[in-house]
């Protein structure tokens, strides 16, 4: 079946998801708006900056496989907003380095990943700091209600881009949308940020790390064109993380810090600053197992990292597939 593409659509979440699927409907003629609920777009793709530092504390990296994928980043390559990360990535297991056996090109936004959101924001109309609460139908079409001020719309068609447990209680207008997304789950990620007053001089820029409560550690500044002050981001397992969702974030940042250091198997000097962030969805351990969904009779879509890969390049495409099928551009 073909259908048209609609006038005007809502995307909720300007993830890349989000952002992948409002180009999407843009390309096809639509008026779209874009709702997020932070101050800015890019989710879980986020770099924080803070005094002469600076951390990519969400996607560390990402790969381009799919040709569809690779026709997106394009301009951005060119330009120089995406660039490949040389790091020397290992697996670190309690003090030992080894090299991995499969080497993957690893791509980067330059000069932090959020330069990947900014650049597929550009020329959207995204409404910032709007979390919007329920999305409701009428005959006139879809209405969004914000925590705060005016319902929006209304909109002939609308697209949730969350991750999928805050998507759930916006889907209640689509049974079927509602069933199958409840049954994805989701799990979590403490980060904790942290930067030495030295380099520490570890023979790694980034480390798989084994038998440890920390699954991943990377130097940024060893990504393309990113301060030159040694800050660290390090990732807890989800297990770990699920285990002390609900702790306080400074005890975490110090345990994690311990962890390090058992993983370099070397004491640490006393960290210059250090944070922590609590990613309560961060992965994807229950997959819907579609990138997509989108209901023709209702014209109301999901789409995510959830659908069918948990990454930076599955959550663009399926956003892009979305907006693709929605318009009926077969
Ligand atoms: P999100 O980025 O989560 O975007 C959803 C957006 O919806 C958010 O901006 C959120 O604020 C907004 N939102 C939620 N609810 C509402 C609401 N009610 N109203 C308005 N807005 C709302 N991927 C890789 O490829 N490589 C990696 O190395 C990698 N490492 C990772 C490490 C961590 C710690 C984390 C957390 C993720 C990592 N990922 C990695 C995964 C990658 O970040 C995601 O796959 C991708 O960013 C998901 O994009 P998305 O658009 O689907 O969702």
Known sequence: ??????????????????????RGFVRAGASVKVFEKARAPGGRISTRRAEDFAFDHGAQYFTCRDPRFAEILEPMRRSGGVAPWQGRIRSLRRGRIAALREETE???????????????AAGLEVEAQCRIEAV???????????????PAGPFDAVVVATPAPQAVPLLEAAPRLHRAVSAVRMQPCWAALVAFASPLGAALDG??????????????????DRPAADCWVLHATPAW???NLEDEPEPIGARLLDAFAEALDRKLPA????????????????????????????????????????????????????????????
Do not use: I
């Open 241 to 243: 993380s699920e285990a």
């Open 106 to 120: 690893r791509l980067v936004g330059v000069p932090g990943m959020s330069a990947l959101s900014r650049a597929l």
């Open 1 to 22: 079946m073909v259908t048209s593409a609609p006038d005007r659509v809502a995307v909720v979440g300007a993830g890349v998801a989000g952002l992948a699927a409002a």
């Open 136 to 150: 409701e139908r009428s005959e006139r079409g879809w209405t969004l209600r914000p925590a705060q001020g005016e």
């Open 271 to 330: 960290p210059e600053w250090l944070r922590t962030h609590r990613w309560r969805y961060a992965s994807t351990n229950q997959p819907l197992g579609q990138p997509y969904l989108w209901d023709t009779t209702a014209r109301m879509g999901v789409c995510g990292d959830w659908g069918d890969g948990g990454r930076v390049e599955r959550a663009v495409l399926s956003g892009d597939a979305l907006a693709h099928a929605a318009c009926g551009a077969e």
């Open 207 to 224: 480390a798989f790390v084994e038998q440890s409560p920390l699954a991943w550690a990377a130097r940024n500044g060893s990504k393309p």
